[in-house]
Structures are given as structure tokens and as C-alpha cells.
């Protein structure tokens, strides 16, 4: 064990979470002036514009967000005709929430966006830095799982 002194700051969850809310924050600002979306709906429109059709337990699952977020998305999406319910035919007892054209629209006006938030954030690294830094939070990931 080591006798440096505990501090928050140098440690990496916190680390981690402080990185994630500033890139999250900033992404989601620009979405939110333009389009009025919060956080979580544009998580769960960017997995429906992804992957298609999802239940919202497999959307729960690949957004890693908790379910009430998730279902309190999906309803502001079906209020604002950004996405449908459809009829789940391997399972009565669920559905697929599916982009609207309005919310694959949407959706395909936000993709450049964030990209292009993405590439002035990352700005400062060579793309090899970029790569290995990429590479670096994937081992992370991996290992705390």
C-alpha cells in the first residue's frame, strides 16, 4: 500500500467521471440549444439510430443508463414523434422503440455535430495518441468489468 496521501483528485474514478460529465456536458449542450434533447434522449436516439429497433430493456442494457431514465427518454421521444413503439412479434409482452423519420432525421442532423465536438476535443492529440488513448480506455474498461 502506498503511504502518498489520499487525494480525490488524482484518483481515477474520479478522474474518469469528471472527463465523462465535461465531454458529456459539452456534447450535450450543443444538442440541447439545437434540438431541445436532454442527455438521455439523445443516448437512447443515437442507440435506436445505431442498432434500429430496440425493446427498451435491450436499450437499458447498451445505453448502460438506469431503466427509469431510459423510459422516461423513450416517452419524450414518442411525445415529440422522434420515435415509435411497434408491436414486439418474438414478444407480446414488450415492444420495439424505433427512430420516427422525424427522429432519424434529427438524428442525422446531431451525428456531425458531435463528431465534430468530438475532433475539437481531441484536437491536442496526434491520431496515434488518439488511438492509444481510445485503446487505454477500452483496457480500463475491460479490466473493471
Known sequence: ???TPFRLTDFL???LSV???AVSNRIAAAYHDAFGLKVTEWRVMAMLGD???LTQRELTEKTLMDKVA???A???LEVRELAVR???KSDGRSHHLELTDAGAEMHAKIVPMAREIEESLLALMSDEQQTMFRDLLDQVRKQAE
Open 51 to 53: 442498432a434500429g429497433g
Open 70 to 72: 431510459v423510459n422516461r
Open 19 to 21: 472527463a465523462s460529465n
Open 13 to 15: 474514478p474520479y478522474q
Open 86 to 88: 411497434i408491436p414486439n
Open 74 to 76: 423513450c416517452k419524450v
Open 1 to 3: 500500500m502506498s503511504d
